[in-house]
């Protein structure tokens, strides 16, 4: 799936940080939404449906383990990126230590963009249908 068609959010707790993640993502092509905090993370799932849901490693412990239930629950195809996660966790599609580095993190967005899903389908169709 093209960069420029995948609907992607990134999350993260802290302001700064997320401003210069985005500015790591938008530099290798991809167009991020973003939100700052649990609660600005649950509203943008629950208004537009994303490809891939990224988030980030200032988030708690507790946001990290619940807001990907959200998202998949929101939209079941939508893929889950988790920087900073311990374990394993039914509802997220990677996660990575956010020590990885950005290679390891934009190989990871890559990755989860190019398996094909619903969402980006499903608009499709509806758009040539009418």
């Given amino acids: 799936m093209s960069s420029k068609l995948a609907r992607v959010l990134y999350g993260e707790a ?27 993370i ?7 449906a994303f490809d891939l849901v990224i988030l980030g490693h200032t988030l ?8 990907p239930y959200m998202a998949k629950k929101a939209f079941c ?11 394993k966790h039914p ?3 990677i996660a ?3 020590r990885d580095g950005e290679r390891v ?3 990871a967005v890559a990755t989860l963009l190019t398996v094909f899903t619903p969402a980006r ?4 169709m509806a758009a040539t249908a009418a």
């Fill in 105 to 107: 993190v934009l190989h």
């Fill in 60 to 67: 708690n412990k507790d946001d990290r383990h619940h807001l």
């Fill in 42 to 48: 649950e509203d943008a799932v629950k208004q537009s």
């Fill in 121 to 124: 389908a499903s608009r499709s």
């Fill in 14 to 40: 802290d302001a700064k940080v997320l401003a210069a993640q985005k500015q790591m993502f938008e530099k290798a092509g991809y167009a991020v939404v973003t939100a700052v905090g649990r609660k600005a």
């Fill in 96 to 98: 990575l230590d956010s």
């Fill in 77 to 87: 195809t939508t893929r889950v990126l988790v920087l900073h996660a311990s374990g």
């Fill in 91 to 93: 509802a997220v599609d």
